[in-house]
């Protein structure tokens, strides 16, 4: 018998006569590694990522037919069989309530948790155990006082494998090694619906995982806190699981039941994720693909400096898998070490030439490089992504649905990049090519999900068209892509949890800021003002999912700013400008700090308007006070070079206004001839 870690990868070996366990020897990807995520996905539903977040699933067909029942008894009384619709008796007790003359006489067979100290705020270990024996923890002869002699006994590798009757079970494997149980397969006479198995095993708090086998295909569920697994019988649909229960596994509790689940509900449940690693590393440190995906938790959960540890731990562990490598360079990015992570992008695709999909995600990576430098270079980016589109394509049509998917992934990626790189790069027709563009990344985002990919993909479509609308103001409207991002929203918020959904939220507000800055240059005021507040509402809710650095700061604040100066310019409304301002202020003057060069500039012609719209609201000190704080930020964009000295003569001359008529007595009129301040253009 195997273990659960070996069973994850595996499939059908013979072992007693007319016998068959469920799992076997491991049919690998094609590097001889297990597919995953960035690599290929190992589980699956239908073919499909599975990404349900309930605890317990639907059954896939209606009640079971009449037959042996699985009873509940408490620990005051024997209860009789219930309804003839239940699988076989084996209710749950503590490990110290089922005695050896119980279990030999053929009494209720109990699955009993027992404690285990491996615990965090979330996660309890609690190993199940069956009819008094604990996989890990019993011994060879704790069965014999248990259970009796065996029907029939057999060697494999080396460890002991015994076939026992136990109660109303006709076939319970057990599999010996060093003298030691380490795993019990319990075969059930007929199958029987997955959450009714789970529920009268009083598993159903707990979080189960899908298994499948190297080809995508659901094979069982695993509970990885109680060392349980259901193998479920072949399924009569092609590409979809039986969810029909054929075989209770029990194995000691290890670090890759958690380490799957994690990665199951990583993207949209980071947070649990994190707490599934932890579990995992306790009880194997060097697990080198929980540290892989405790680094790309973190990056998940903005936490960049922790991720970019795991990173570098996981690598150190197995320094010759690339998409380890290939997080860590994201993560490199992430934290401003640009040169180091393209480094890193390129040992990857040198690696990869096997692995085409990671080849594919490096090149596209590195184009993101390009187009986020300091300054950008957007013909260097497109160059990289149309090579990761030439790589990704033949792969978006592997028989393998992990390949697949991770190559339509980049596709998506890419296109989306390249569009963006065109709308703000130094190319003509933009118009035109960009749209194009944008519809190939849709289309690719809309087969993805067909198959079960992230409806996340269509978001950054959206979102992607929308920045690209800035670029390209007249060649793309953004009404259809905002309509867009709001059919796709629902359903990825849906399937969200915790601080995922509050990230997501920020994600879409910052997209429609785009889109306020979009209609602004079109003059659609109306339509920047709806859509702007729609932004604030959802950046204000999602900025608590992260720590705010100073572009977040500036981002808000850049948002309250433009929907003030719509009040002050186009509707001449320097009240209801003032109160937008309001909220602006404190953002940038946060993101002000320590700036220099052009972006200085631009802050400083920001605080001179915002004081325009002051003065005019007769809050003269509050205008005094952002003229003066735009000027010094301008002076210093004029010392570095990044701006002409003409840009401070217009916020000088508004200064001197408002120092002179500042002395005149708020009752006196202003002198006719006195300059009145105005707004920088």
């Given at each position: ?314 690598v150190a562990s197995a320094p010759h898998d690339p998409q380890y490598r290939l997080t860590l360079a994201q993560l490199l990015a992430s934290t401003g070490e640009r040169e180091a992570a ?340």
């Amino acid at each position: 018998m195997c273990s659960l870690p070996s069973m994850i990868r595996s499939l059908f070996v013979p072992l007693f006569c007319g016998l068959a366990l469920f799992f076997g020897p491991a049919v690998r990807g094609q590097d001889g590694v297990l597919p995953s995520t960035n690599d290929v996905r190992t589980v699956q539903s239908g073919g499909n990522v599975a990404r349900s977040s309930q605890p317990t699933l639907e059954p896939a067909v209606g009640p079971a037919e009449s037959g042996p029942t699985l009873t509940l008894r408490n620990e005051t009384s024997q209860a009789g069989p219930v309804e003839s619709r239940t699988p076989p008796d084996a209710s749950l007790n503590r490990a110290g309530d089922a005695s050896g003359s119980d279990a030999a006489s053929g009494r209720n067979s109990t699955l009993e948790p027992t404690v285990d100290p491996v615990t965090n705020t979330e996660v309890t270990v609690d190993p199940a155990a069956f009819n008094g024996i604990t996989p890990g923890v019993s011994t060879l002869d704790d069965v014999r006082k248990a259970w009796g002699e065996p029907t029939a006994r057999t060697e494999q590798d080396g460890d002991l494998l015994h076939l026992y009757q136990v109660g109303p079970f006709n076939r319970v494997e057990t599999h010996f090694r060093e003298g030691k149980v380490v795993g019990i397969v319990v075969h059930l006479e007929k199958a029987y619906p997955a959450k009714l198995v789970g529920e009268h095993l009083q598993l159903s708090n707990v979080r189960p995982v899908l298994v499948s086998d190297p080809r995508g295909m659901v094979i069982g569920q695993a509970f990885p806190e109680k060392g349980v697994l259901f193998g479920f019988a072949p399924s009569d649909e092609p590409g979809k699981a039986s969810m029909l229960v054929t075989q209770i596994v029990l194995d000691p509790i290890s670090a890759e039941p958690f380490v799957l689940r994690a990665e199951t509900f990583l993207e949209n449940d980071p947070e649990s994720a994190e707490k599934d690693l932890r579990v995992a590393l306790r009880l194997d440190p060097a697990h080198a693909r929980a540290h892989w995906l405790l680094a790309k938790s973190y990056m998940l959960l903005g936490a960049a400096n922790e991720g970019l540890a795991a990173a570098r731990r996981a690598v150190a562990s197995a320094p010759h898998d690339p998409q380890y490598r290939l997080t860590l360079a994201q993560l490199l990015a992430s934290t401003g070490e640009r040169e180091a992570a393209l480094r890193e992008l390129q040992t990857v695709a040198a690696a990869s030439e096997n692995r085409p999909h990671l080849k594919a995600r490096a090149v596209c990576a590195q184009g993101d490089l390009h187009a986020n430098g300091d300054p950008p270079d957007y013909k260097k980016a497109v160059e990289y992504y149309t090579e990761a589109i030439k790589i990704a394509h033949p792969i978006a049509s592997d028989p393998h649905p992990a390949y697949r998917l991770a190559a339509k992934e980049v596709l998506v990626d890419a296109h989306i990049g390249a569009a963006r790189a065109i709308a703000w790069g130094p190319w003509e027709q933009k118009e035109i090519v960009v749209p194009r563009w944008l519809e190939r990344a849709g289309a690719a985002a809309d087969e993805l999900a067909k198959e079960g990919g992230s409806p996340l993909f269509r978001i950054r479509v959206a979102a992607a068209a929308l920045s690209a609308s800035v670029g390209v103001p007249s060649g793309l409207d953004p009404q259809p892509w905002i309509a867009r991002l709001e059919e796709a929203a629902p359903g990825a918020l849906a399937e969200a949890g915790g601080v995922r959904r509050l990230q997501i939220q920020w994600d879409i507000g910052v997209a429609l800021y785009d889109a306020v800055q979009c209609f602004q240059i079109r003059g659609e005021h109306d339509a920047a003002l709806q859509y702007g507040l729609e932004a604030a509402e959802l950046l204000e809710n999602g900025q608590t999912s992260r720590t705010l650095q100073q572009s977040d700061y500036y981002l808000m604040g850049r948002l309250y700013f433009r929907l003030g100066a719509i009040h002050a310019i186009a509707k001449q409304d320097h009240a209801a400008a003032v109160e937008l301002f309001d909220k602006a202020v404190p953002l940038l003057q946060k993101a002000a700090a320590g700036t220099s060069g052009l972006s200085a500039g631009r802050l400083g012609e920001t605080f001179v308007s915002m004081g325009v719209s002051y003065w005019e609201s007769n809050q003269a000190s509050k205008a005094i006070e952002l003229t003066e704080q735009g000027i010094e930020l301008l002076e210093a964009a004029v010392q570095s070079g990044a701006m002409d000295a003409t840009a401070l003569e217009v916020p000088h001359s508004n200064l001197a206004a408002m120092r002179r008529q500042a002395r005149i007595p708020s009752s006196a009129a202003a002198s006719p001839n006195e300059p009145t301040p105005s707004i920088p253009r």
